[in-house]
């Protein structure tokens, strides 16, 4: 019989998936018991680090006696389908973000989970950063009233070699396997804090994309207005290659009562507020809590005590819905709505 808790088996065992092995290493209530990776000699290296058994292929990840619940940390076109897979053998899934590569497609494995009554959860790890849970209840207190302006930046200066060797370009620079670049790998955590701690999805983009220094078919720099449902505006920008850019990945909120900056969730800068009743702003100092760790207990909750998971399927697939109008709107030169 196998022990209780979740028996977690990691296909892909890249750079996500060591973050995952790192953050869940001593929790009571996850033991990694099988890994697979298309790559041999990486997948070795993963099982022998975190104890884990060593599964040929993913239909016998699937197999194992002992994985009740799988991690899939692919390249994004192949999440989806090895999401459906592991649903498909019964399997609770704790998907790497963006879940898909497109909206139609995260709801429909929403539903395959819930039509067998499995946990699928997506990791927008940020919702369990301190300053956005601290954000997410301000705003809910009414501090900052209703928000008016947004103003949200994924300024990042990316290593070239993120991209892989000249020589040899990596999935992330190859159109058909990543789905988009810095707006659909980097902001989408963006878009979903916001919508996380604000309760407002987006309606309507208008944007702007480019290639402008990465070697790659997707794109490192992106401008787009947006419009929230309560008539709120956002403006966005992102860039992968902003020299010297460090924990730049902030967003702004101006609100009828006030304002407030949610600063990079990894860096030290704090959470600021301004109320314009007093004239007055306030940092708020917190421990530097370790998002994954919280985002894992919070998913292990899910699956063992039946509870709401802390990102889901719909969630990606709203998030997924503004990048994909984000992209579309820069094709064809018009602002999109979103239904
Ligand atoms: N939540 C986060 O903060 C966060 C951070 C980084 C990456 N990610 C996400 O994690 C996912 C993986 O990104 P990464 O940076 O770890 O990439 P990576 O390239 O480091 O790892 C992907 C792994 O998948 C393996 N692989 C490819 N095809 C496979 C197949 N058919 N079968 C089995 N294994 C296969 C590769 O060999 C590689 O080891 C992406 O969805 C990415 O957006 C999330």
């Not at 990042?156 to 988009?180: M, T």
């Not at 902003?242 to 900056?261: F, H, K, M, Q, Y």
């Not at 509870?307 to 990048?323: R, S």
Request: glycine residues 8%; negative net charge.
């Amino acid at each position: 019989m196998s022990a209780p808790g979740i028996g977690l088996g990691i296909v892909g065992c890249g750079w996500a998936a060591s973050e995952i092995a790192r953050a869940s290493a001593d929790m009571a209530d996850i033991r990694i018991v099988a890994a697979c990776d298309a790559d041999p000699a990486r997948a070795a290296e993963f099982a022998a680090k975190t104890g884990a058994a060593l599964a040929p292929s993913i239909d016998a990840l699937l197999a194992h006696p002992d994985v009740t619940t799988v991690y899939v940390g692919l390249p994004h076109h192949l999440l989806a389908p090895t999401v459906e897979r592991a649903l498909a053998a019964g399997r609770h899934v704790l998907a790497e973000k963006p879940l898909a590569l497109d909206a139609a497609e995260a709801r429909r494995l929403g539903q395959l989970a819930e039509a067998r009554g499995l946990k699928l959860t997506v990791f927008f790890e940020l919702r369990r950063a301190g300053t956005v849970e601290a954000a997410r209840k301000l705003i809910a207190d009414g501090a900052i009233g209703a928000p008016l302006l947004v103003r949200i930046r994924t300024i990042i200066d990316k290593r070239l070699d993120y991209w892989g060797a000249p020589s040899a370009l990596n999935w992330r620079a190859r159109k058909a396997e990543a789905g988009g670049g810095v707006v659909l790998m980097n902001t989408i955590h963006q878009l979903d804090t916001l919508r996380y701690i604000t309760g407002l999805k987006v309606v309507r983009a208008s944007a702007e994309i480019a290639t402008m220094v990465a070697p790659a078919e997707v794109e490192d720099t992106a401008s787009a207005s947006l419009r929230l449902v309560n008539g709120a505006i956002v403006s966005l920008v992102a860039s992968a290659h902003s020299p010297g850019a460090v924990n730049e990945e902030a967003i702004e909120i101006e609100g009828t009562l006030g304002r407030l900056d949610l600063p990079a969730p990894f860096g030290t800068t704090p959470l600021r507020l301004y109320r314009t009743a007093d004239k007055t702003w306030s940092e708020f100092a917190m421990a530097r809590l370790d998002s994954h760790r919280l985002m894992l207990e919070s998913f292990a909750d899910a699956i063992l005590n039946d509870h709401p998971v802390p990102a889901g399927a719909a969630d990606a697939a709203a998030a997924l819905a503004t990048v994909q109008a984000i992209y579309r709107s820069a094709a064809e030169g018009r602002a999109i709505d979103i239904g």
